[in-house]
């Protein structure tokens, strides 16, 4: 019997591993470019009690000590559909030279709608000891700007995604205690472009025939990497119906590897520029990310056999993220920088349960979700701002082994305002820019859930 459960479990997160690393690029749908939608069960309350909810196995991203609660060995699959708005609403955007730009806006929608998939397997092994597997997208980013916009100096298409494989274990070790622990191994792959303003770096050098603003070509930069990080955490239930969870999820170092790509301009231009320079050669190209270490604190209190209420916060570490710097194999081309000095970020959300019966439950949830990006460093390509959320869900059990979920968030945005300078470092040939990003995200989540 072990063997059949175990061959059905990986079977599933084989199967979620095809469809993440399929579907998961996406937009981030928390702070910074950070990723909550693991749970419609925990989305149903807007992840308020995550860390300590322990309500069935995808509870275990938050806390690995959640397995330690499941009577039973479990799989489970979910899969949020995120809906994101973005436009942005430009006021003023010229080059180093003050020439304008032109363009429009960059779209009526420049976010990109994505499923991101999750699905996780646990074992029990011992009635005190579970052994898990989760495939997950923590982090991931996408946006795409029209080729001509305004900002296209700054940003035409952004997207980052991740894959991460974590194989888990907690143990019972008392009636009170539960601790977990994780290894984390993550996939991440990134691809940026932003046009290349040949027009003002050849008439600035000297180039006959160039013209600010009018001889475009491009620079795409792609890379990848595989890295190693880990997860821990306790679950205490100090009297039955009372339980406080903390866990912390590690930062995770990567070094990317790639390729950087140039197009020049029609008018040879940039053509011109390369020959007497050496740069905009096709070359490898490498940068380095971190994805942030997190520190939750959970609380889950039934108040009797139907209602339940829980809180949660949570500390990101996304000061970590002070630059993003891309490195050229071609010495003659200096490194590609954008300062971005993100601040630490709190996520705070309250939520309910009411159990109508054995068979249903319902959920809410509030949360404010706090950005890490100063104003002075707000990008298009991460126009993030600060999120309040609003959430419902329910649960049905239409088998005593199977369970469905489903779960719907609305998060309202806070306008953000860009006001980018062609003095700021790295911001020389990509000029001046400033203007407002409005946005707006909603998601539906789905889950099914399934003990044996």
Known sequence: MLQRNIGMSVAVVGFGIIAIASLATGPACAAGFAIREQSATALGNAFAGSTAGAEDITYSYFNPAAMARQPDSAVAVVGSYIMPRSEFTGSASSTVTGTPTGGGDGGDDIAVDALVPA????????PSLRLGLAVNVPFGLETDYDDGWRGRYHALRSRLRTVTATPMVSYQVSDMIALGAGMQIQYIDAKLSNAVDFGTIGALSGIPGAVPAAQDGSAE?????????????VLVEPWEGTRFGAAFRSKIDHELEGDADFRFDS?????ALSGATGLFVDTGAKASVTTPEMVSFGVHQDIDARWSVMAEAAWTRWSRFEELRIRFDNPAQPDNFTEQDWDDSWF???????????????????AYDQTPIPDDRRTPRIPASSRTWLSVGASFQPLDSLQVGIG??????DDGSIDLAAGDPGNTFRGNLSGESENAVDIFTLQLSWAF
């Open 221 to 233: 930069v792609n890379g990848d990497d595989v890295a190693v990080g880990f997860n821990l955490g």
């Open 348 to 366: 705070f959300a309250a939520g309910v349960t009411f159990r109508p019966d054995n068979r249903w439950a319902l959920r809410a949830g509030l």
């Open 408 to 413: 719907y968030t609305h998060l309202f945005v």
């Open 267 to 271: 008018a040879g231009v940039g053509a």
């Open 119 to 126: 699905t996780f397997a646990m074992w029990a092994v011992q």
